[in-house]
């Protein structure tokens, strides 16, 4: 496979996760969803998550089993994010590896192709979930406010360096 199919997404999201409806998942035929943490559900400057997620994440739970798997290697700072939820998490997992996604997708019962790996990140959440076989979804990092202004050199680089490996991260209209 191409290193430009194994960058792109199967959806692009122009803001947060937040965005990601019950009927989105409902319609690309997803039965679970595997979450990034870091800037996919919390800014990385916060072991908070902001009041939205919880309202976002009962509604998502009635179409889809939820893990969280977060290459942050502070399994306390994941685990005080999953626990309020009562989800299960794999933290350090070594994204884009597979093995840790593997066991996600597996502790789900599902097949690959119907289990979401979203994720903010395409060196990381999209080519581990492009490389098992997942549906990814590439969202806007959730910063923190008073870090909104900071420019994300990684981020913009990712970005430049897809397309010119032949990804073509121009949002598609719902």
């Known amino acids: 496979m191409s290193w430009g199919k194994l960058l792109q997404p199967d959806l ?45 994440v009962e509604a998502i739970q009635q179409v889809a089993t939820l893990w969280l798997v977060s290459n942050n290697i502070n399994e306390n700072r994941i685990k005080r994010i999953a626990d309020p939820f009562n989800l ?10 597979r093995r840790k996604l593997r066991r996600a997708v597996t502790a789900m019962g599902l097949p690959p192709e119907q289990v979401g790996m979203v994720g903010d990140r395409l060196f990381t959440d999209v080519l581990a979930g492009n490389r098992l076989g997942m549906f990814t ?5 959730m910063v923190d406010p008073a870090e909104a202004a900071r420019n994300y050199p990684v981020h913009t680089f990712e970005v430049w360096l897809s397309e010119v490996l032949g990804a073509s991260l121009t949002p598609r209209k719902q």
Do not use: F, N, R
């Open 88 to 97: 299960p998490y794999i933290a350090g997992a070594g994204k884009p590896s």
């Open 137 to 141: 979804v590439l969202v806007k990092p």
């Open 12 to 56: 692009i999201l122009e803001s947060s996760i937040l965005s990601l409806t019950p009927e989105m998942i409902q319609q690309h035929h997803l039965k679970g969803l595997v979450l990034d943490v870091d800037e996919t559900l919390v800014p990385i400057t916060s072991a908070q998550v902001c009041a939205e997620l919880s309202p976002w």
